[in-house]
């Protein structure tokens, strides 16, 4: 037999999805841009083409990648491990950034 699940307070429900609302549109964007710009730089280094198609590919695949961040976000246990979450993906990203700058 399963317990009922506790009902949030308004206040704790709503500040979760505004936070969450936050973290897809703000960290999302941010995430994927960050993606684009790494992928951008290492897609001619990878595969021999040119600068153009490697910005063309990281700005096709930065689509995608802010939709599932977008999913993610909101299929995510809270919204402290949403925003969790977008710092571990984020800071590789960063960290290659720097190194190829």
Known sequence: ???PLR??????GRLGVASRVLAACAGG?????????VLALAA????GGSRADGV???TL???AVYAAI????FCARSAARAWLGLGVAAAPCVG???WWR
């Open 96 to 98: 290659l950034l720097w």
């Open 70 to 73: 977008a999913l993610w976000v």
């Open 44 to 47: 001619p280094r990878l595969w």
């Open 61 to 63: 695949l930065s689509f």
């Open 29 to 37: 964007y941010a995430v994927a841009s960050l993606l684009a710009a």
């Open 7 to 12: 009902p949030a307070t308004r206040s704790t």
């Open 1 to 3: 037999m399963s317990r």
């Open 56 to 58: 063309l590919l990281a």
